[in-house]
Structure formats: C-alpha cells, structure tokens
C-alpha cells in the first residue's frame, strides 16, 4: 500500500484497495472507511488531502451528498400507541399499524421523488437567500448556462430523487420519534461537477467528459471558480435536505427539538499535521472530537447518530477525522437485481422481493418505493462497520427504521453518485 495511505479501517478487496493507492499517489494523505467499495477513480468511503488542490472526480457528481436528521417531541407512544420496547416484540404489527401506513402513502404523493421531478409543494423554497449567492456569477452566460441551470435549480430544491436516496421515520431507543433524509444537490450539483470535468480537459461547458482523476488549484483559474461553485452546491443541498425534514416533521404534526446535518461527498480546508490542506471525503462523515453525524444503514437495518471521539487520538488524526457514511454495499445494483434489457427480465439478480419483503415484515419496517438494488442483503450490518472504525467514533442514538421512502424501483437516477 502506498506510503501516503495513513489508515484503512474494515476489510476491502484487492481492486478497492488499489483504487485507493492510486489516489494516494497523488494526496499527501488519504484514508478509506469500513463501508468503503469501488467508487468512479476514488473508492466510496475515501478520504485524500491535498495542498491548495481538489478532485473533482473525488466530490462526485452529487456534490453535497448527505444525510440530516430531525428529532421531534413526538413518541412512538403518542404516535402509534406502542412503547419503544413493544415495537421490537411485535413488528409484524408495526408494519401494518394503519398510522404509519397512512403515513407513509402522504410522505411518499406529496414528496418529489424520483428523477428530473419539480417540487409541486405550495410552500416549495423556490425563493431561497441562496439564489442571490455571488456564486451563481461564476456559471458562463453563453447559451443560456447560467439562466437554465438557476431555473433548473429553483425548481428541484426539496426533491429526494432516486437510487440510495431516501426520507425515513425513526424511533431512537427511548421512543422518540427522528426524521432522517439523504440526498445531494440534484441536477444543479451533477451539472457543475460535468462542466468542470470537461472544462479541466480543454472541453466546453456541456461537453461530455472522461471520468477521471482531475486536480484543480483552488487559488486560480476554473480551479477557484470550481470551489465557488461546490460551496454553493453545499448550501443548495443544506437547503434542500432540512426543507424537506421540516416538513416531514411538520406532515407528522410534531415539533423540532434538534438537528444533525452533514455532507459526506464534498471537499474542506482543514488543518491536519499542522498544515492547512484541501480535504476530499468521497461517501464518509467528518468526525472531528465532539462532532456529530448522523449516518444510514439499509432500508430494514437501524442507523445512528454518531460523534467523534473527544480524545482526538492518532487513530483519529489517521483516518483525517473522518468515519463511515453507511454500511456499505456487498453486492452492485446488477447482482441485486438482475439483469433487465427492454423491460425483460435477461438474468436474475441474487435478492427477490420475497426476500426483501421478508426482512423488512419482520424488522418491522412499512416500505413505499426501493427495489431489490437497495435490499438490506446487498448490503453490510453497520454494527460491524461501526466496530471496524474502532473508539474513533461513538454512538449517541440508535435509530430503529419505522417508515422507508425511496422513489420506485424502475427510475434511473443521473444526479445520484
């Protein structure tokens, strides 16, 4: 392994591994986290420093993926009429309490999920403090650019999209109820990050580029202008996250009592080793002592409300303070799934919907969209990622899966990374 890899957390294959010397070989510092697997250049769940430097393959196309997490002064016993401890004794009715199926059926008709979807809600932040950031100068005129992707961003703030991207309803261990989303930027992220990837290789705006390593100087040129833009694709997708949160919250008729909210696709200066460096996280939390993150498991596993150790021990500085953005994937979306060309099922995948139905009736978890590509079994437990990371990293809360929305199992998603 390369000299610059300063720590590598759980178990990976050998092209996973060789995915991140290869980034390393061009960082002063990188790291992968135990959920990490094959990514496009970087491994999901890297993390690589550089000086005055940022990749632009290393953010991703859904600049600002994250994830944000609302607790409520609602209860599972003023909700559902259960305690927290009768939820784990009896799922199967949990599944089918019709409140939470009710609810469900609301969050998932007037939420916009899925792909190139407008958010319809008559409260939709369409006139965000953001829209007037000096960022949006940065994006060229010509051909209408900077016009039809502020229009485009307008209309998608507050939409979920698809894949691995989701809105749940939580109970923590002493039946409080969370509210939990995960997306990015939308079209407006994936447009910026394709504008740069072509620019940086003597393309056009527009143009379709090759998916690789590109290292931009923040300090100059389309560099600076990149890093401009990324920054305003993370307040878009702060924006958007905790919109569509609050309104979940306020769908349940409940109130916010507090809020954990964190990129894990985006790039930071940070001081590391007594230097100041650019720091790329490609599907990991930042975990500095005392930060919180809320992280993901699967559709049907429980996620978590973490916070860096306050030690702030080698182990820490190792992994650039940073940690786990989900369980991670065992098996890709073809595997899961199978194989489908003209709507015609061509090879089977490894999961079938009774499988994934099985688990989620006896987790007790009610299911509106998902398919078998985002099944519990492609996917690690995150207990066992979480143990891999060590005293890196503590749990605060525990988060059992009460409602799962996800778009429906036949969208494509181009803006999800």
Known sequence: ????????????????????????????????????????????????????????????????????????????????????????????????HPTLNVLADQLFDELSFGVGRRNQADDAPVDDPLFEDDGWSVLPTKRGVRHNLMGKARSQLGTIGSGNHYVDVFADEEGRIWVGVHFGSRGFGHTVASGFLALSQGGRWGDRAQEKEVLLDIREGIGEEYWALMNLAGRYAYAGREWVARKVVSMLGGRELDLVHNHHNFAWKEEHGGEELVVVRKGATPAWPGQRGFVGGSMGDDAVILVGSEEGTEKQASALFSTVHGAGRVMGRMAAKGKWKRGELVRPGLISHEMMGGWLVKKGVVRRGGDLDEAPQAYRRLPEVLAAQGDTVKVQHTLRPLIVCMAPGDTLDPYRD
């Open 1 to 96: 392994m390369d000299g610059n890899v300063t720590a590598v957390f759980g178990s990976h294959d050998e092209i996973t591994l060789n995915q991140l010397a290869d980034v390393a070989s061009r960082a002063e510092m990188a790291a992968l986290m135990a959920d990490g697997h094959l990514g496009y250049v970087m491994p999901i769940g890297g993390v690589a420093a550089y000086r005055d430097r940022v990749s632009v393959v290393g953010v991703g196309f859904d600049i600002a993926c994250g994830n944000a997490a609302i607790m409520t002064d609602l209860t599972t016993t003023g909700l559902l009429g259960m305690g927290r401890a009768e939820l784990d004794r009896d799922p199967t009715r949990v599944a089918s």
